[in-house]
């Protein structure tokens, strides 16, 4: 476990690492970088690089934890990754089915998989489950994540790289709209970011708009009309690490 700088949680959990890239939104993974960087500051988690890995002794972790935490599960990799045994997965939703307290959120980009997988799991109302959606070539995934039976769904539309003028939000409980972070950051148009927060509204969905991106995303900020939209899907939660 690690504190985070990501703006909606508090903490990270990453009982896998690694990935590989599936659709134009991986083109510049921030987590592929990062792991570069943890493996030349000698970290044995990342010592094989960004290639996928399991970590059972990982699975102990949130027991340890003395106070509730608001967790994102995997920042590191992809818990519906195809080369994940479904017995691994199922170890890691028993850990979250255990530990009420903390609240759990899973984000992929392997819809299909999600939607394949979710009738053998256990989705206690703790574990909010989302899919990112980068344009509107992989709107497929909110399809999938609607067939879940989970308390709370979310979309991460980032990097948004593309306009998303018809969302379906039925059945969404929450949505976060973030640009592309880095050197090569692809520019993201502050129309597609207004049109998407007035889709939620007019949905009644929450709105949460994590950052403009950039190279410099501090200096680049998160304002939207002058004002932060932190919305989130239980307004009795607070994300207290970044607010």
């Known amino acids: ?21 599936l659709t134009a939104g991986c083109k510049f993974c921030y987590a592929e970088t990062m792991t570069k960087r943890l493996k030349g500051m000698g970290q044995e988690k990342y010592s ?10 990982t699975l102990l972790i949130p027991y340890t934890w003395k106070k509730p935490q608001v967790v994102f599960v995997n920042s590191m990799s992809d818990l519906f990754h195809k080369d994940i045994p479904l017995e691994y997965i199922k170890s890691v939703f028993k850990v979250m089915n255990e530990t009420p307290q903390h609240t759990y959120q899973v984000l992929t980009k392997r819809g299909e998989n999600l939607e394949k997988l979710a009738p053998y ?14 344009d509107d070539r992989v709107l497929d995934r909110i399809d999938s994540l609607r067939s879940v039976n989970a308390y709370t769904r979310f979309l991460s539309l980032e990097p948004l790289i593309g306009p998303l003028n018809n969302l379906d939000l039925t059945g969404i409980h929450w949505v976060i709209v973030g640009g592309e972070s880095g050197f090569k950051a692809r520019p993201m148009d502050p129309i597609w970011v207004e049109d998407i927060r007035i889709q939620c509204e007019a949905a009644q969905v929450p709105f949460f708009f994590k950052q403009w991106g950039g190279i410099n995303k501090k200096l680049a900020g998160r304002k939207l009309n002058d004002r932060t939209y932190d919305a989130m899907p239980n307004q009795g939660l607070k994300v207290s690490a970044n607010l």
């Open 121 to 134: 799991l256990n989705f206690t109302s703790n574990i909010w489950i989302g899919v990112s959606v980068e």
């Open 1 to 21: 476990m690690s504190k985070s700088s990501i703006e909606w949680t508090e903490q990270t959990w990453n009982p896998t690492t690694g990935c590989d890239k």
């Open 48 to 57: 094989e690089g960004f290639k996928f890995r399991i970590h059972p002794a």
